[in-house]
């Protein structure tokens, strides 16, 4: 199966809803780009973090805008692991952005106007060299507005907090149900409810509530919506 053209498809929904395990599949399958616009709020936390200019009780606004310069995000296939991996300034960062304490710092940092400007502009720049899928909180909405394909992911806050909680335990690390549960009924309420960009369904985008589904329904779904509107063969 392959895009019959240049395709942008735009995968927004709320945290842990397993928005990229999606988009990776369908990028995959035909044969397109993936950008995971999460790895990089998450890789402008940890930078912050890094220069302690933000932490769980501080966040230094102007100081993190005024580095924004000095940062520099980049995906790569690890074959490996086949997985893609994000790098921060060419260092392999991919499980430390993962981390809870990222988790928590990360909504704030998305909330600043500066770093959804800078952000947003790589992002369109990703689609220069071909058809993508993105998936994060405001592509459909603010980045692609004229994407082809606009998809709203959501599912119910314990049905992803259990993901969330899996995938923490599955990597090694140290996690909590309910305070990956607080975790995720935090970044929903900030994430919907910031001055700018705040997540929301575009008004054309395709609801696809996967509380119920597996994960090969799912795909399916997708799949067929690609078919319907012509943009696979
Ligand atoms: O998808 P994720 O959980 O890795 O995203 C991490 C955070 O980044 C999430 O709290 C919201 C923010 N984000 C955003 O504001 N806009 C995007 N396009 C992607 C992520």
Redesign the pocket.
């Known amino acids: 199966m392959k895009a019959t053209k240049k395709i942008i498809i735009a995968v927004d929904g709320h945290?842990?809803c397993g928005?990229s395990t999606l988009s990776k599949e369908v990028a995959k399958k035909i044969g397109i780009g993936y950008v995971d616009?999460?790895?990089m709020?998450?890789s402008v936390t940890l930078y912050g973090m890094r220069k302690g200019i933000v932490s769980d009780d501080e966040l230094r606004t102007e100081e993190l805008v005024s580095r924004l310069g000095e940062i520099s995000i980049s995906f790569k296939f690890d074959q490996e692991k086949g997985r893609n991996t994000t790098y921060l300034n060419g260092e392999n960062v991919e499980d430390e952005i993962r981390t809870i304490e990222v988790s928590r710092n990360?909504?704030k940092v998305?909330a600043i106007k500066e770093v959804r400007a800078k952000l947003t502009d790589w992002q369109r720049h990703a689609a220069d060299e071909g058809s993508v899928i993105m998936d994060?909180?405001?592509?459909g909405t603010v980045v692609f507005p004229q994407a082809d394909l606009k998809i709203f992911m959501t599912a119910t806050a314990e049905v992803r907090a259990q993901r969330r909680y899996d995938e923490l335990i599955g990597k090694g690390e140290q996690a909590n149900y309910e305070e990956v549960l607080a975790n995720v009924k935090e970044?929903d309420e900030i994430?919907s409810t910031r001055e700018v960009s705040p997540l929301r369904k575009a008004d054309d985008a395709l609801l696809l509530d996967n509380s119920n589904l597996s994960r090969e329904e799912q795909y399916d779904v997708v799949i067929g919506w690609l078919k319907e509107r012509n943009l696979v063969e």
């Open positions: 945290s842990s928005k616009t999460g790895a709020y998450r990360v909504s998305s994060g909180r405001d592509i970044r994430d």
